[in-house]
């Protein structure tokens, strides 16, 4: 690991992108190469358009909509709640370069308010963003490879309660925290007034603090050897209002918990997984409780992880025969909700309800469509509230949002 200078210059280089999901069989082609020295073209938006489509099935068939259609296809679709506002960031991938884009909308009138471009149209990279926020602070974490390994770059976006549709996101210079981990996700601590943030790779974890404009803690970076990242489309890092925790893989041993505090860390063996390899998690916390899903080589499971020692008998969702894939989960206020796709031909994507003592309600078809992949789901919960942003990408160029009620 080795930790950045904060200030450095803000450069971009090329890298190709490992989806976050096990990648479904493509219709065709996703990208077509060009020179080096074409300028890429800023990708184009259909944008103030909302669209539905007839021909879906599933829970969210006629309820959804497509909040973006892209010129270029796009990748990994995540929606966060900004105050009243939804905020879906994406990543393109116009020709030979990778931009990050964020969606502002309306999720009561259905409507667009504001599209943005967060990254630079250059011919390199930028992808795999994710949002945390203060109350001061709207912070943007994603990847890049400006110093030759990908690497995790974090910017300020600005005040939520400041920032309105009529206004564009104006990112402050993107700083280099980790060379050499990707995957970046970060958490505030109302409690310590301080920013977490986390990135790895398969057998190491690196992990640092940052105060509340984003400068680096001296001497808060950790690397953690024991355990490494679990790959996923769902958030796997949090502040519990105690301390900050991730979803870490420990090998043949299965998933783990690891908490941070600004003192030290504690490593919890969870003993999920641990039959087979795990692929993908996802983790929620809700009232001291864990909702941990993963996918390992028997299939998509759930289990409900009880003060950090106990857990659940698992409930498998889908068994392997069902290739399963890209587990996402949350909390709608008293039961979690679960996420995943499935790939017998033509990706679809499947939704189950999961009581707070880990016991299942129910499991139905969420969004399938009879010649286009539905894949790449994501969950955002209302802040106390009971309403959650489901996204997921629908085909190559399609963003879709369902909120529920």
Avoid at 128 to 143: G, T, W
Avoid at 223 to 252: K, P, T
Wanted: net charge neutral; charged share 15%; glycine share 8%.
């Amino acid at each position: 690991m080795r930790v950045a200078n904060p200030m450095r210059p803000y450069v971009w280089l090329p890298l190709a992108l490992t989806a976050c999901a096990a990648t479904p069989r493509m219709l065709g082609p996703v990208n077509t190469p060009v020179s080096a020295h074409v300028s890429a073209p800023p990708v184009a938006l259909t944008t103030p358009e909302v669209r539905t489509d007839g021909t879906f099935g599933g829970l969210a068939a006629r309820q959804s909509v497509a909040l973006v259609y892209s010129s270029h296809p796009l990748q990994y679709p995540r929606s966060y709640w900004v105050r009243d506002q939804l905020w879906t960031l994406y990543s393109t991938v116009a020709q030979d370069s990778f931009e990050v884009h964020a969606v502002r909308s309306d999720p009561r009138t259905q409507s667009v308010l504001a599209p943005d471009l967060l990254t630079a149209s250059d011919h390199h990279l930028s992808a795999y963003a994710s949002l945390a926020q203060s109350p001061e602070r709207v912070a943007l974490a994603f990847d890049d490879d400006s110093l030759g390994p990908r690497s995790s770059r974090f910017a300020m976006l600005g005040d939520p309660a400041s920032v309105t549709a009529t206004q564009p996101l104006q990112p402050d210079s993107a700083r280099t925290l980790f060379v050499g981990e990707t995957s970046a996700s970060m958490a505030w601590s109302a409690t310590d007034r301080q920013w977490g943030v986390i990135a790895g790779s398969r057998d190491h974890l690196v992990f640092a603090r940052l105060a509340r404009d984003g400068a680096l803690i001296a001497g808060s970076a950790n690397r953690i050897d024991s355990v490494g990242y679990v790959r996923g489309c769902g958030e796997s890092f949090l502040h519990n209002g105690r301390a900050w925790v991730a979803l870490a893989g420990a090998g043949s041993l299965g998933l783990s918990l690891l908490e941070f505090d600004t003192r030290s860390h504690r490593l919890v063996r969870l003993g999920l997984g641990s039959l087979g390899q795990v692929v993908e998690a996802s983790m929620s916390h809700h009232g001291g409780r864990y909702g941990v899903a993963w996918v390992d080589e028997r299939g998509a499971q759930i289990s409900v992880v009880r003060d950090a020692q106990t857990h659940t008998r698992p409930v498998i969702l889908a068994d392997s025969t069902a290739r399963a894939g890209s587990p996402v989960i949350a909390m709608d206020g008293s039961q979690f909700v679960v996420l995943w796709t499935e790939n017998p031909s033509i990706s679809l994507v499947r939704r189950a309800v999961v009581s707070h003592e880990g016991v299942l309600i129910r499991s139905e078809l969420f969004a399938s469509h009879p010649t286009q992949h539905q894949w790449f789901p994501h969950l955002s919960p209302v802040t106390n509230g009971p309403r959650l942003a489901h996204t997921w990408q629908s085909g190559q160029s399609e963003a879709r949002v369902w909120v529920s009620e």
